[in-house]
């Protein structure tokens, strides 16, 4: 019985980890989408918006999805993880906080109205 319980668990685990990486990786094309879409407009002197306040747009949507893919990879990993599993999870979320961080500093040398 407990065999079967550890293969509900696993597939629950394995389950709630697509769908965080999976909304991650939405998130980040809904920013992109919306970001294509203000950078037509102005473009097309449809919008009056800035290639600043743009690149904000996509720049917060990037840094949410990252934190989807890094909640998506500890779930992964907790059951019964190896050394090789660990060490794969500890440079991915060493590199995305890397990108979360310069991501985060750019957002917060914008000025406090065009913030979340």
Known sequence: MRGQG???LETLIGITGMVLGTFGALFIVYGAVIA???????????RAITYHDIRWVFTTRILIGLEFFVAA?????ILEPTLQDLAILGALVTIR???S????KEVKELPEERKM
């Open 6 to 8: 550890h293969m509900v």
């Open 36 to 46: 294509m879409i203000e950078l037509l407009a102005r473009e097309m002197r449809i």
């Open 73 to 77: 990879d500890v779930i992964k990993t």
């Open 97 to 99: 906080t890397v990108v």
């Open 101 to 104: 961080y310069f991501l985060g």
